[in-house]
């Protein structure tokens, strides 16, 4: 993929946020209506696109590319953890926002923006191997991820089947069961789902549209924690990730490029509803989220392009 052609499709991508953040700046939606918004992604158009975008011809190719990809996942969250362990040492961050800070560099926002990032870049197979990738992140996040959520809140939240009992899970369950089983859906049932699942990208754009107007960035400028934390998420990692595929296999696979994307991704968006939800530090949360994903669209930009060359 050329390079202009690349910048041209984020360009696109990226525009569609400017509408939730007019909206929110004049106060034209409120907080209630873009969690409807939200809610109606998750529960319904995402769930639709993942399904879709699993129903691809059955290989040993992509089987493989699969296990490379939850290898992938296991290695960032270890890596994460030993950034944060890092940075907070140094730093002489409190334990209870050391386990938050934790969490915030091992998990990225891999569905809510890497799918639709994914999806514009790379069509369906990008979308395939995404849609992989974030149900990995989802069992990390439901397991590890709430065990650092517990730690850093004081609260017992324990690890429950519950947590994995959503929509956006069944379809990942439902679309891997199709691929692996090689069954493909008949074109009455896939285009109305195909139809549902294109709506994805634009909504959940104009859901990060709508939080980067929230932000008060004067509240943000004197917070050294929040610089160190989006170095270390959106270049570093991305960087390292970077490297060691280029290292293993020379000339980089499309689930190559998607993994380094993937990596580059802002802080994932449950940590603000995790925090809230568990009586955790809300503000340092909403504030990482949001300063993470404003520079990411320069820093994924930057890694979208360097993965093509």
């Given at each position: 993929m ?5 910048i041209?499709s984020?360009?696109?991508l990226?525009?569609?946020i ?10 034209i939606i409120d907080?209630?209506q873009c969690k409807g ?10 769930p639709c696109l993942?399904v879709c ?15 490379y990809?939850?290898a ?7 890596i994460g953890?030993?950034f944060a362990?890092?940075v907070?040492k140094a730093?002489k961050?409190d334990r209870?926002?050391?386990y938050?800070?934790t969490?915030?560099?091992?998990f990225?926002?891999?569905?809510f923006?890497?799918i639709?990032?994914?999806a ?5 197979e990008g979308?395939f191997y995404?849609a ?9 996040i439901?397991t590890?991820g709430?065990?650092l959520?517990e730690k850093?809140?004081?609260k017992?939240?324990g690890l429950?089947i519950?947590h994995f ?5 069944a ?7 199709l691929?692996?089983?090689?069954v ?9 789902l195909?139809?549902i699942g294109?709506?994805t990208?634009?909504?959940a754009?104009?859901?990060v549209?709508f939080?980067?107007?929230k932000i008060?960035f ?10 160190a ?13 970077f490297?060691a ?6 000339e980089?696979?499309?689930f ?5 994307l993937?990596m ?5 968006a449950?940590?603000?509803i995790y925090s809230e939800q568990?009586?955790?530090?809300v ?6 989220v949001l300063l ?5 669209i ?5 890694f979208a ?5």
């Open positions: 050329a390079t202009t052609e690349i041209l984020l360009v696109k990226f525009l569609m400017i509408p939730g953040y007019i909206l929110s700046k004049k106060n907080e209630h918004v939200s809610s109606l992604v998750v529960n319904l158009t995402w993942i975008s699993l129903q691809m011809a059955f290989s040993v190719e992509l089987v493989i590319n699969m296990g990809i939850a992938a996942m296991v290695a960032a969250t270890i953890y030993v362990k890092g907070c730093m961050i209870s926002k050391a938050l800070i969490f915030m560099l091992m990225g926002n891999t569905g923006m890497g639709p990032v994914c514009a870049l790379y069509g369906k979308t995404a992989l990738l974030d149900a990995i992140v989802d069992i990390f439901f590890v709430l065990i959520i850093s809140t004081g017992h939240i429950s519950r009992l959503t929509p956006g899970f379809s990942i369950v439902i679309g891997i069961g691929f692996v089983s090689g493909q859906l008949p074109e009455v049932i896939y285009m109305p195909d139809k294109s709506a990208t634009p909504l754009m104009f859901v549209g939080q980067l107007g008060h004067k509240e943000m400028i004197g917070d050294v924690r929040l610089y934390l989006s170095a270390l998420k959106l270049l570093a990692m991305p960087a390292i990730f490297a595929m280029t290292l293993i296999f020379g980089l696979s499309l190559a490029k998607i993994i380094i993937e580059a991704m802002p802080v994932a449950c940590t603000t568990y009586d955790g530090d503000g340092f949360s909403t504030k990482g993470t994903t404003v520079i990411s320069v820093t994924l930009s930057l392009v360097l993965v093509e060359l």
